[in-house]
C-alpha cells in the first residue's frame, strides 16, 4: 500500500511558476512509476505528465511539454511537479498516481493503470 499527499498549489497569475509536491508514504517509494494528472472543473481527469521508476523516462502531454518538469526524489519519497510560464487553461485540481510497473522504464498516461492516489491540490491561474 502506498499513500500519497499532494501540496503547494495555489492561487498565481498567468506566466507565473508553481512546484507541487507529492510525498509518498507506505511501501518503498523508489519502485513506482509516478503520473500526474489533472481535472478542470467539469472536464474529465487528463493526464499531465509521467515518470518512470527508474527517473530516466518521462513523458508529457502536448499541453504542458516545454513548460512543466516532472521528477523525483527518492531519499525524501517525494515527486514533484515543477510548472513554469503557466496559463489560465492549467487551472484544476491535480493528483499525483503511482503505479507498480512492468519495467523500470514504464511510465503510464491512462490514469486507469495507476493503482494508488492522492486527494488533490488546487491550483488557479489567474489572466
Known amino acids: 500500500q502506498v499513500q500519497l499527499a499532494e501540496s503547494g498549489g495555489g492561487l498565481v497569475q498567468a506566466g507565473d511558476s508553481l512546484r507541487l509536491s507529492c510525498a509518498a508514504s507506505g511501501r518503498t517509494f523508489s519502485g513506482y512509476a509516478m503520473g500526474w494528472f489533472r481535472q478542470a472543473p467539469g472536464k474529465e481527469r487528463e493526464f499531465v505528465a509521467c515518470?518512470?521508476?527508474?527517473?530516466?523516462?518521462?513523458i508529457y502531454a502536448d499541453s504542458v511539454k516545454g513548460r512543466f518538469t516532472i521528477s523525483r526524489d527518492a531519499a525524501k519519497n517525494t515527486a514533484y511537479l515543477q510548472m513554469n510560464n503557466m496559463k489560465p487553461e492549467d487551472t484544476a485540481d491535480y493528483y499525483c498516481?503511482?503505479?507498480?510497473?512492468?519495467?523500470?522504464?514504464?511510465?503510464?498516461?491512462?490514469?486507469?493503470?495507476?493503482?494508488?492516489w492522492g486527494h488533490g491540490t488546487q491550483v488557479t491561474v489567474s489572466s
Open positions: 498516481a503511482s503505479k507498480n510497473p512492468r519495467t523500470p522504464l514504464s511510465c503510464y498516461r491512462t490514469a486507469a493503470d495507476h493503482d494508488y
Open positions: 515518470m518512470s521508476s527508474s527517473g530516466g523516462f518521462t
